[in-house]
């Protein structure tokens, strides 16, 4: 399957920095990139999804002024994590695919290996 | 009512087993099925993809789908330790995000 990586993989902030995390589709072109949230012994939940080029769309109940995310090229997707509190805390989890209009978007996701936050 | 049920365990057999892997669910217009394994700290990793009813081997894995019952199953024959993760079922209509079951943690005790 295709290669998607994130950077960092592991980070610790102070509360009310801001902290941004990269996901790279590595050998591929990722029109459509998924941002994940995962708490602790609990399922991935969707934050939002971001085509190349346009705005995201955010999940019911994420604030998108907190979690920015910028989908500039076919290869580079970003999430930063604004005012970072340590509710913030999780493990934040990339995938990329080709675009919403191939109709196979969302049944083919490559994942990152995700990203530990932990806000102090 | 939840869309995806998974009973999170844990679930802890001996070297060798047949282990069962099982989710429900409630949206009847979901048309792929997959099983992702989840070690600890990393991102999911796809195991099997099921498009509609039926089964589908890989190896030491089978997934099974029922849509007339709205479950779900992967089958791990002769488990080893190294299958010691968590298992994520999710599944999709096609047009709309992933749905993830919360994972079943899986110990194979050597």
């Known amino acids: 399957g295709a290669v998607v990586s994130q950077h960092p993989s592991w980070v610790i902030c102070k509360s009310g920095t801001s902290v941004k995390i990269e996901c790279r589709s590595l050998?591929?072109?990722?029109?459509?990139m998924f941002w994940y949230r995962q708490f602790p012994k609990q399922s991935l939940m969707l934050m939002a999804t971001s085509n190349e080029g346009s705005k995201a769309t955010y999940e019911q109940g994420v604030e998108k002024d907190k979690f920015l995310i910028n989908h500039a090229s076919l290869t580079l997707s970003t999430l930063t994590v604004t005012s970072a509190h340590p509710e913030d805390s999780s493990f934040y989890i990339c995938?990329?695919?080709?675009?919403?209009?191939?109709?196979?978007?969302?049944?083919?996701?490559?994942f990152g290996p995700g990203t530990r936050l932990t806000v102090l | 009512q939840k869309e995806v049920e998974q009973d999170p365990g844990p679930l802890s057999v001996p070297e060798g087993a047949i282990v069962s892997l099982n989710c429900t669910y409630s949206n009847s217009a979901f048309q792929y099925f997959m099983w992702y394994r989840q070690y600890s700290r990393k991102g999911p990793e796809l195991l099997m993809y099921?498009?509609?009813?039926g089964n589908k081997e890989d190896g030491r894995f089978t997934a099974q789908v029922d849509k007339s019952s709205k479950y779900i199953s992967l089958f791990i024959r002769d488990s080893q330790p190294s299958d010691s993760a968590t298992y994520l079922c999710a599944m999709t209509t096609g047009n709309t995000p992933l749905v993830f079951g919360k994972g079943t943690r899986l110990s194979v005790i050597a």
């Open positions: 995938s990329a695919g080709p675009g919403l209009t191939s109709g196979r978007a969302y049944n083919e996701q490559f």
């Open positions: 099921t498009y509609s009813s």
């Open positions: 050998d591929f072109q990722a029109t459509t």
